[in-house]
């Protein structure tokens, strides 16, 4: 199995930017898609981005399609997440997840066999 450990989390005013990183160890860090989920309190966890194992695949949620923008290095094992235009509505706890079924940039929580702890973004308006 693969262990993932996301990074970059923090406080930032509205309109900022904020990159996350999601690091991977275990398996092969290319046999992976990866996705960004975040839940805000009292909310589901929702979608926010995926990348399939090459990068060449990629997906959006409406709300943040072009602001944020996900890529990978698989050299590093990592995954980025380059937010940008923050809005106090992005405030939430942000999780990376991995799926085996790697050609697939999924928006399905289901999908996705291993999480991390997730890290806090907070957007102050």
């Known amino acids: 199995q693969v262990q993932l450990v996301e990074s970059g989390g923090g406080l930032v005013q509205a309109g900022g930017s904020l990159r996350l990183s999601c690091a991977a160890s275990g398996r092969t860090f290319s046999n992976y898609a990866i996705g960004w989920f975040r839940q805000a309190p009292g909310k589901e966890r929702e979608f926010v981005t995926a990348i399939n194992w090459s990068g060449a695949a990629t997906s959006y949620s409406d709300s943040v399609k072009g602001r944020f923008t996900i890529s990978r290095d698989n050299a590093k094992n990592t995954v980025y997440l380059q937010m940008n235009s923050l809005k106090p509505e992005d405030t939430a706890v942000y999780f990376c997840?991995?799926?085996?079924?790697?050609?697939?940039?999924?928006?399905?929580?289901?999908?996705?066999?291993?999480w991390g702890q997730g890290t806090q973004v907070t957007v102050s308006s």
């Open positions: 997840a991995a799926s085996s079924s790697r050609h697939i940039a999924s928006s399905r929580a289901p999908f996705y066999a291993y």
